[in-house]
Nanobody, 124 residues
Framework: QVRLVESGGGLVQAGGSLRLSCAASGRSFSSYGMGWFRQAPGKERDVVATISLSGSRTYYIDSVKGRFTISRDNANHTLYLEMTSLKPEDTAIYYC?????????????????WGQGTQVTVSS
């Protein structure tokens, strides 16, 4: 069992930055691939970035490449998403999730543990 708690969301102007954190309980955090997903109003929950259990392998959707960085600290059971050059279209609820596969897959249905989400709002 892994419990995930996101933090770091908020309201920021376009071009600004935010750093999301996802604190995981339990000793098995380093056994899971991890991902960040987001859900905008009226839309499905979509992948943003994923990371393998060692952190050596990452994936980003095209719209955030070069702006977002996913990372993890296995010793402190924490997942991060550094977001820069934020755009209004990045506005959404952001969720972290744990994947029993070690490399961090891209489909939400593959993830078995989810946080409660943190709101990110980017004003123009």
């Amino acid at each position: 069992q892994v419990r995930l708690v996101e933090s770091g969301g908020g309201l920021v102007q376009a071009g600004g930055s935010l750093r999301l954190s996802c604190a995981a309980s339990g000793r098995s955090f380093s056994s899971y691939g991890m991902g960040w997903f987001r859900q905008a109003p009226g839309k499905e929950r979509d992948v943003v970035a994923t990371i393998s259990l060692s952190g050596s392998r990452t994936y980003y959707i095209d719209s955030v490449k070069g702006r977002f960085t996913i990372s993890r600290d296995n010793a402190n059971h924490t997942l991060y998403l550094e977001m820069t050059s934020l755009k209004p279209e990045d506005t959404a609820i952001y969720y972290c999730a744990a994947d029993p596969a070690t490399w961090g897959r891209r489909r939400a249905n593959d993830y078995i543990y989810w946080g409660q989400g943190t709101q990110v709002t980017v004003s123009s």
